[in-house]
């Protein structure tokens, strides 16, 4: 079981990294002034290497995931029976999944030129997944429901 926890925290640590500077090219996105057309194609690249990169990381994280809570039931069973930590973390779970897929919508919006948004925005935007390990660290280590 500690073999796959460890693997579990490797591979959401390693996702995670991704979901931290995605957004980050992002913001350098957002500041690319139109005419600076090569810049604007290499943080593309790089953003879309990225993406693929982290949509790979993400698979063995929730698998991993997924077996220490299916396989050895660890926080398996009703909120009431001291599982609401679990319950809790899906959700997070299910919030990541959801920031990881609307990263790569917006990935689209730039590739298209059609980004309306501020460098601002985007540093604001870049903070949610600190947000979300937080929340998910702190639920799983201290279960404090
Ligand atoms: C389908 C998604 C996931 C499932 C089913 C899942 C399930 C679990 C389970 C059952 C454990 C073992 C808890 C224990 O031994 O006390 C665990 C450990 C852990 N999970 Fe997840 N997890 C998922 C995704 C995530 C994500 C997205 C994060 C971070 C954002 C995360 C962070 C951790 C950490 C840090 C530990 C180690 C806790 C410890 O050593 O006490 N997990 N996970």
Known sequence: ???????????????????????????????????????????????RKLLRFTTLLAVPALFFGLWLWLGYGIGRGPAAAGNGWMHAKLVVVALSL?????????LSTFVARRNTRSHVWWRWFNEVPVLLLLTAVILVVVKPF
């Open 98 to 106: 959801g920031y990881h897929h609307a990263c790569g919508r917006m």
């Open 1 to 47: 079981m500690l073999w796959v926890k460890s693997l579990h925290i490797v591979f959401v640590a390693s996702w995670f990294a991704g979901l931290f500077y995605l957004p980050r090219i992002f913001v350098n996105l957002a500041m690319v002034p139109p005419e600076s057309v090569a810049e604007h194609e290499r943080l593309i690249l790089m953003a």
